[in-house]
């Protein structure tokens, strides 16, 4: 059976969108865009929302879900940017930084758009075309504008080339006429800024490199299919580049096949390194062609839906796309198949062969070994070379191929054939490992080395340590550059210490993770160049860890005593301070201090170190007179007094910070030592520490330190720098006490004002024993803590006066008080008191002296200064009240005082008189409006008659609330004073309405109406006073309504409405009519019979006395409430008031009254001509049947609702009167409705007809149906029919009542129809699949492209009718279902021509599977035909496997044969095993070389035990293949295989197993096998074993020729040694050589280098197989 062919694509669906909750709804040209295969975006709408998912294609399982309402989004091509329109707007968002970067508003819509490049949009409106930069604040720049061809056309697409120098616009618009899409293109040159328009679909810019040119060309495709077919167009744009040559233009046919005869490319990618076009096409095609021929490749559908949109699979070089069903497809060339498809399927040799030079591709090795040959045999060597130059992987580039051009002899005049491979391969490309070794040869004899340093730049060579080997001994330089490029570190490291670039060794060491020996290297670097040992140094520590050990490091620079080198380099090593490293810190600072102390103290004071040895540190820096770095690193006491006394060696200021450091305990040692080595030299410096430090010390120890040493100076700085601080009474006490010790009474005065921590107690003392000259201390002192009667009593004692005049005029007036009671409290003269008051200017309270000379009553001492400041004008309450209170007391006409005076204080002074005069405390506290205070007085004292004009007089609310509170026991008498006394006084109304409000506050109304009546009843001003007799009429309303009835008769003047209104609210209807009869207010009056008295006759009687239509109007009211209507229709019409009409038609429709309502409406048409008025009338005259007035009525002209009326009289089945009344208003629906129930059909169809609505024939439809009336009914149907709405009601109705042959009558007659709609088309079908199933087929034949197919699908399943189900699924595409069905059903739908063309639609692969066993099961025979369709889609693996775990794998033989050639392993193993069983080695043989996939040494095992020696044969083969040369031999011995087993042999290389061989062979006496192995051995056998063996077994003859040779070879060998030492001889004679190894590198063998006495195995022992051996 011929070989299947292999698909030369790889078919990929990477992701199912709705598998990520992506709606299938929103899969379209317009909600999904894909600019690159990294990003997809959606637009997705989910109710009102809507939202913008972005796919990354890297993480499908995550998709970014943003809420954008935007018209269109497209992702950045390389980034997460976004680019958003909505309208004019368009925006520019990062989504990772979450920031806008750019927005703009455009004058025209854009009807398409799209990322050209990373950093550009285009935008197409419906005029031009413009590029929108997103660098900087670039706006839209117009480009071109549209051709007018694309006017009308939907924009798909918009392509530029690489440079942006050619772009093209694509769109598309339908032909109705030609019933095809139309494609046009703008193709535009920005260099010449001209357009072309071209008719095309799809198109694509590619660069391709034409053979021999130097530059790719930029190649245009496009695509069309027209009516006269598909083509596809292949040109370059532009003129080509210097030095290219024109590429040819391709015209080729586009095939479509029969199938899709509307097909047309959609979309067309290039991939730039294949050279190949990808084409899609609205079916789902994929074409596939070569750029530079035109050849169409491929051609298969790879989508059964439409493939919308497709970017560039950069991956793959390949096109990716989404379908409508949201799978992501890719498509990509196979490179392990295209080549052979190419040669085996298309037969074109020449293009697979440009194919696999192009991309660089295998699977035509053949074709080039065959032409490589023959050009070799023709001696065209030039094009031999460029044949193995270009074959793929580089097949034929081998050190045979240049031993092959070796040996080639050159041609006269000509280069020779080696020198032309070359010369060709470094043109083309890189040379290899072989190739660089080969040419670097006679290069380096001639001396050319920058030839070779020119091809290392370029690239040309492939770097080896061999290769460096070689150029070392001509050239370091250029061999450190092969090193570093073939990564040989320990070369590397040797050149750059050769070549003296020490500081490049750390960094390439690092680079390339190589470890050197740095200390080695280092001590050689010392020795030459001090100051590159000590950058090299330095780079060694500058990692961590460090490349070599520090203290190694170290010890080279102290071999040569560098000290200052050594310090550089430990403070850079040692800068991590790590605790490890604590000897080195004490070895660096231990050479500085005994050689460079200087250096020593700036290391110490950075404080870089602090794991060194510190006591040993400290000592050295004593010994160095370092005290201070002494002391920072002393920790013993006696260490550290002993330095520290030497206070002229250290900085104070450092001093002062180092006590910090130390104990308390070790400073307060220290200081008393400073303190007793020298006072006067120390004392400062331990008055700054004690300041600093007496919070840790303790103030207390340092105190008894200063004056342990009598050292008062010194405790006054120390206290004097922290009292201002310190919050310790001590403190501040030690510090006055020191201060007066030492005459500092300025500093006592200070600190005694200042501070509040001392005990003043104990200070005042002190300062009285201290016996100052200046009592201003003890003075301050005093008065600030409240001393001033001890003060005053102590100066006064002391005959110091004159003090107590300074204290009270300069110090403090304000305590005159105090020190006038303290005077007279020692019985000082009234004079000197009064002289001392006046005397004082100052500020001081007069209220407090005139306390202090009260409390010792003395008040009338300060009577001359009190009226002194009176008369001066003062107006200090004090002074008033102390006045006051001497008038009082002196009876000195107090009240006209009290009166008179504004400035003293009223609560003061009337509390001062309330137990000496009551009546003056009111006086106070009148004038003072301190009226509780007064109230309470009158109230103990029965004032009441003054209380009750005071509160008559002070309208105050709230003191009258307060007085007449229930709880106030006075409150009876004071109400008697006000109504006998305070009212009858005043003549101010104001008054009186205050008092009326607090008594209604108060709820008094029995003490109100007594109140009011004294007012209004009695002769008075405010008889007459209309608010007063309503007060009084509502007062008696709500508290004795006995009253109510006189008061209403006598009075005339109050507000009669509004009291009627209140009477009626507290029920006293017979008072409130009263009022409303009194002053003639009818209407009111009868509603209070009629709403409150609730007696309608007396209404009736009042209504007839005074006849007032309003009245009526009332009554009527009434009665028609109380359901009297046809009383109230004649009240009515007695008022003359059609006002109530809507009332009065409301109750006589409840009751029935049409006859009274028409007499009702005739009155109210004639004063009002309203609708609804005229509307009941009408009515009216249907309910009572008076249909001629109605007629009358309706033909005159009127405003009535006749519609409204008809629908009244149709609801109520008044079916004459609405007959009428529609036929009236033309109402031809309702008519027809009418005429219905009336029973005229032939009438209603007419109706109907006049009515054209489908309601109305719905509802005669029925009608008619109901009554068995089907002709009229189907006429009423097909006006229903044509409604898509109406046809499932119209369909059920029909059913439910059996009328199943009318309803498909009806359905075949409205088939004709111009209106006929889907929905007929579907339903009959359906109603076919139910009670008429021999016709569903024949009809879904004619029309199944106008059903609902899911529709009708889901009948034909419920129906059980199987071949109709089945040609509807392959019709909807439903290809899985369908197979699936004919699965199931076999017997009544499976059909082979369709089962095999649909099977090869399906999407689920599955189905392959379950069809396969189908077949087994169904009709095993055409199994074959079945895997011949499905070769390109089937999983081979999963089909084999299948059919071993069934057995039935011999069925399908020629299957498995015909898909081998993918080298499957599962396959190729099933195949090898039918082999075995049949016994067929020359199939299994060919199988095993042609496909190597397998498990071989399973195989061999298996067969190394077969019957058959051809198996075994094989078996040691595959042995052979996998390396088991020992197995393989000992296999071929077993068999006797003699020539397999000396080929195996000298395949291995093993000498061990070719010795062995040939000592078999001598055992079994096989000496014709020895011979010849003896040749094909020849490079694995020793001459000397050889010999030894035919000598032993007396064979010479046998083993003579291969000693010739062995003869021959080594003479030589001979021979090129001596040539090669005489050249040797003589170079070096004339270019004497430096020694590599000189003086200066003393550089150590690397480990596992050979001694030199062991080059060229001079030392290795003999050959154990020779003759010493044997003995």
């Known amino acids: 059976m011929a070989q299947a062919q292999q698909m030369p694509i790889r078919f990929q669906e990477h992701l199912q969108l709705t598998n990520i909750g992506i709606n299938s709804a929103n899969f379209g040209f317009s909600t999904i865009t894909m600019e690159s295969d990294k990003y997809i975006c959606i637009r997705e709408k989910t109710g009102e929302q809507s939202q913008v998912v972005i796919v990354d294609m890297a993480d499908v399982s995550n998709p970014i879900r943003r809420p954008i309402s935007a018209d269109s989004a497209i992702m950045n091509p390389s980034s997460k940017v976004i680019a958003l329109k909505a309208g004019k707007q368009l925006q520019i968002f990062n989504l990772e930084m979450k920031s806008k970067i750019k927005a703009h508003t455009l004058v025209e819509d854009v009807q398409f758009w799209k990322w050209i490049s990373v950093n550009t949009i285009a935008l197409v409106t419906e005029n031009a075309v413009f590029h929108w930069p997103m660098e900087g604040d670039a706006v839209p720049q117009k480009v071109f504008d549209r051709h007018s061809s694309l006017k009308g056309c939907q924009v798909i697409n918009y392509r530029t080339d690489e440079a942006m120098k050619w772009l093209l616009l694509v769109g598309i618009s339908a032909q109705q006429q030609q019933q095809r899409v139309v494609g046009a293109m703008q193709l535009y040159s920005v260099d010449r800024n001209v357009s072309q328009p071209i008719e095309g679909h799809a198109a694509a810019f590619v660069p391709f490199k034409v053979e021999g040119n130097k530059s790719a060309s930029n190649i245009f495709a496009f695509s069309v299919r027209n009516q006269t077919g598909g083509k596809l167009h292949i040109i370059e744009v532009g003129s080509p580049a210097e030095g290219n040559s024109t590429f040819a233009k391709k015209t080729v046919d586009v095939f479509f096949p029969p199938e899709a005869p509307n097909d047309f490319p959609v979309a067309m990618q290039g991939s730039k390194e294949h050279g190949l076009l990808y084409m899609i096409t609205k079916y789902g095609y994929v074409h596939l062609y070569d750029i530079e021929s035109g050849t169409c490749i491929y051609m298969n559908r790879i989508s059964s839906d439409t493939i919308f949109v497709t970017a560039l699979h950069e991956a793959s070089n390949g096109i990716i796309g989404v379908n409508r069903k949201g799978q992501v497809l890719s498509v990509s060339i196979d490179e392990e198949n295209i080549v052979p498809y190419i040669t085996n399927h298309l037969k074109n040799p020449e293009l697979a062969l440009k194919v696999a030079v192009r991309c660089n591709l295998s699977g035509a090795d053949e074709l080039f070994v065959r032409r490589f040959n023959m050009l070799f045999s023709q001696r065209q060597y030039s094009e031999a070379a460029k044949v193995a130059a270009s074959a793929p992987k580089g097949i034929l580039r081998t050190p045979q191929t240049i031993q092959r051009f070796q040996q080639c002899p050159s041609q006269a005049g000509q280069a020779s054939p080696l020198l032309q491979y070359f010369s060709i391969l470094l043109e083309t490309s890189q040379l290899n490992k072989a190739e660089s070794l080969e040419l670097a040869r006679p290069v380096l004899q001639q001396g050319r080395n920058q030839l070779l340093e020119k091809w290392l730049v370029e690239g040309k060579l492939e770097c080896s340590e061999e290769l460096g080997d ?245 405790l006054f700085y120390f206290l004097g720098s922290i009292v201002n601080f310190s919050q310790e009474a001590e403190v501040h006490f030690r510090y006055i006490q020191a201060a007066c010790k030492t005459g500092q009474i300025k500093e006592v005065e200070r600190i005694c004002r200042e501070s509040s921590c001392y005990d003043p107690e104990r200070v005042k003392n002190f300062l009285k024993e201290a016996k100052l000259a200046d009592q201003l201390p003890l003075i301050i002192v005093c008065d600030r803590f409240n001393f001033v009667h001890d003060l005053v009593m102590y100066l006064y004692k002391n005959n110091l006066q004159k003090y107590i005049e300074i204290y009270v005029q300069k110090v403090n007036p304000s305590r005159l008080p105090a020190v006038v009671g303290g005077l007279l409290d020692v019985d000082c003269g009234e004079d000197v008191v009064k002289n001392l008051i006046l005397t004082v200017r100052g500020t001081f309270s007069t209220d407090e002296l005139v306390e202090e000379v009260e409390k010792r009553n003395r008040l009338k001492l300060l009577m001359p200064w009190l009226e002194g400041r009176a008369h001066e004008g003062i107006n200090e309450p004090a002074t008033h009240n102390a006045l006051a209170k001497i008038y009082i007391d002196s009876n000195n006409n107090p009240e006209r005082f009290l009166r008179e005076n504004r ?216 009665q028609l409430t109380s359901g009297a209507v046809k009383d109230a229709i004649d009240s009515f019409i007695k008022a003359d008031d059609p006002s109530a009409y809507l009332d009065v038609i409301e109750a006589a429709r409840s009751n029935d009254n049409y006859e009274d309502m028409v007499r009702y409406l005739q009155m109210a048409r ?164 139910k009670y008429n199933p021999t016709k569903m087929r024949e009809h879904l034949e004619l029309f199944w492209s106008r059903v609902n197919i899911p529709k009708v699908l889901k009948a034909a399943e419920q129906a059980h009718l199987w071949p109709e189900l089945v040609f509807l699924y392959d019709k909807y595409e439903e290809y899985d279902n369908a197979i699936l069905t004919m699965m199931a059903h076999p017997a009544q739908c499976w059909k082979e021509p369709l089962f095999k063309d649909i099977i090869t639609k399906v999407a689920n692969i599955e189905l392959y599977y379950k069809a396969l066993s189908f077949y087994l099961d169904y009709k095993p025979m055409l199994l074959n035909d079945l895997l011949l369709v499905l070769t390109p889609r089937l999983d081979h693996t999963r089909a084999v496997t299948f059919f071993q775990k069934v057995g039935q794998l011999h069925l399908c033989l020629p299957y498995v044969k015909s898909v081998q050639s993918h080298n499957n392993k599962v396959i190729n193993e099933a195949l090898n095993n039918i082999y075995i069983d049949n016994e067929d080695y020359d199939s299994l043989r060919a199988s095993i070389d042609s496909y190597n996939n397998f498990d071989n040494i399973a195989l061999a095992q298996r067969m190394e035990k077969h019957e058959l020696i051809e198996f075994r044969r094989i078996a040691a083969y595959l042995f052979k293949m996998n390396n088991r040369w020992k197995q393989a031999v000992e296999l071929c011995k077993k068999d006797l295989l003699f020539k397999d087993a000396m080929e195996y042999a000298a395949d291995s290389r093993n000498m061990e197993i070719a010795e062995d061989l040939m000592g078999w062979f001598l055992d079994n006496e096989n000496y014709e096998s020895f011979a010849a192995g003896t040749f094909v051995m020849y490079d694995m056998l020793k001459a000397d074993v050889i010999l030894e063996l035919a000598w032993r077994h007396n064979i010479m003859d046998f083993a003579m020729p291969y000693l010739i040779q062995c003869v021959r070879e080594y003479t030589n060998k001979v021979d090129k040694l001596e040539v090669s030492d005489e050249t040797r001889t003589k170079e070096a004679e004339t270019n004497p050589q430096p020694l590599v190894m000189g003086e200066q590198l003393m550089l150590a063998p690397a480990p596992g280098m050979m001694p030199m006495n062991n080059m060229y195995g001079m030392n290795q022992p003999m050959y154990n197989g020779g003759y010493m051996g044997s003995m």
């Not at 590159?532 to 080279?556: C, H, K, R, W």
């Not at 400035?903 to 409006?929: M, N, T, W």
């Not at 498909?1304 to 889907?1318: S, T």
């Open 1166 to 1329: 004639k004063k009002a001509r309203e609708a609804i008025i005229e509307t009941e009338l009408v009515f009216a005259y249907a309910k009572v049947n008076r249909l001629a007035d109605l007629e009358e009525f309706i033909s005159s002209p009127n405003i009535a609702q006749i519609q409204q009326v008809g629908d009244r009289c149709f609801d109520e089945k008044l079916y004459e009167p609405a007959r009428i009344l529609y036929n009236n208003v033309s109402n031809y629906a309702r008519l027809a409705s009418t005429l219905v129930y009336l029973g005229e059909f032939q009438q209603a169809v007419d109706g109907a007809r006049k009515a054209n609505s489908t309601k109305t024939w719905k509802e005669v439809c029925y009608a008619c149906v109901e009554a068995g009336e089907f002709r009229m009914a189907q006429m009423c149907g097909l006006h229903i029919v044509v409604h898509a709405d109406e046809l499932e009601e119209l369909i059920n109705f029909y059913q439910s009542r059996g009328y199943f042959q009318e309803l498909i009558q009806l359905l075949e007659a409205a088939l004709g129809l111009e209106r006929a709609h889907m929905g007929m088309f579907s339903e009959l079908a359906i109603l076919y699949s």
């Open 470 to 714: 070689l150029i070392k001994a001509h050239d370091t330089t250029l061999a450190l550059s092969v090193y570093l490029r073939a990564n040989i570190p320990n070369k590397v490291i040797i050149c750059f210490a050769e070549t003296n670039q020490f500081q490049k060794i750390v960094l390439y060491a690092k680079k390339v993770a190589y470890t050197p020996d740095y200390i080695f290297l280092l001590r050689n670097v010392m020795r030459s160049n001090v100051e590159n040992g000590a950058s090299f140094a330095s780079m060694l520590v500058q990692d961590d860890p460090a490349l070599a050990d520090i203290e190694s490091i170290t010890n080279v620079f102290m071999e040569q005593n560098l000290v200052q080198q050594c310090t550089s380099f430990l403070l850079d090593a040692l800068k991590h301070n790590k605790p490890e490293e604590g000897h080195l810190q004490t070895r660096l600072l231990e050479m500085n201090l005994m050689g460079a102390p200087q250096v020593a103290d700036a290391i110490l004071g950075n404080q870089m170190f602090t794991h060194y040895d510190r006591a040993h540190v400290a000592q050295l820096c004593e010994q160095a007179s370092l005290l201070q770095r002494a002391l920072e690193h002393y920790t013993d006491i006696f260490d550290i007094k002993r330095a520290i006394v030497h206070t002229h060696l250290l900085k104070p200021d450092w001093l002062v910070e180092y006590f910090g450091t130390l104990s308390v305990e070790d400073s307060i040692e220290c200081l008393k030592a400073m303190l007793t080595a020298n006072l006067r030299q120390n004392l400062q410096i331990c008055v700054q520490v004690a300041s600093k430090y007496h919070e840790q010390l303790g103030t207390t120890k340092l105190i008894e330190l200063f004056e342990g040493f009598k050292s008062f100076e010194g």
């Open 903 to 1118: 400035f003293y204080e009223s609560d003061v002074i009337g509390k001062y008189c309330e137990k000496r005069d009551p009546h003056l405390a009111c006086v106070a506290y009148e004038r003072g409006q301190c009226d509780m205070e007064l109230i309470r007085v009158c109230n103990e004292n029965s004032l009441f008659k003054y209380a009750a004009r005071h509160l008559v007089s002070r309208r105050d609310p709230a003191l009258w609330e307060h007085v007449l509170n229930p709880e106030n026991t006075f409150r009876r008498p004071l109400i008697d004073q006000v109504v006998q006394t305070a009212l009858n006084e005043t003549q101010d109304a104001e008054d009186v309405s205050t008092t009326v409000r607090a008594f209604m506050a108060a709820d008094l109304p029995n003490e109100l109406i007594e109140l009011l009546e004294k007012i209004v009843l009695e002769n008075s001003v405010f008889s007459d006073h209309r608010n007063l007799q309503n007060l009084l009429i509502l007062t008696a309303v709500k508290a004795d309504p006995t009253r109510v009835m006189e008061y209403i008769t006598r009075l005339e003047n109050y507000d009669a409405p509004d009291i009627a209104n209140i009477a009626i609210t507290n029920e006293l209807f017979e008072e409130a009519f009263a009022i409303f009869k009194k002053f003639d207010v009818n209407t009111s009056a009868v509603q209070v019979l009629i709403e409150h008295v609730k007696n309608l006759d007396r209404a009736y009687e009042f209504a007839e006395r005074c006849n007032d239509p309003t009245v009526w109007s009332e009554l009527a009211r009434a």
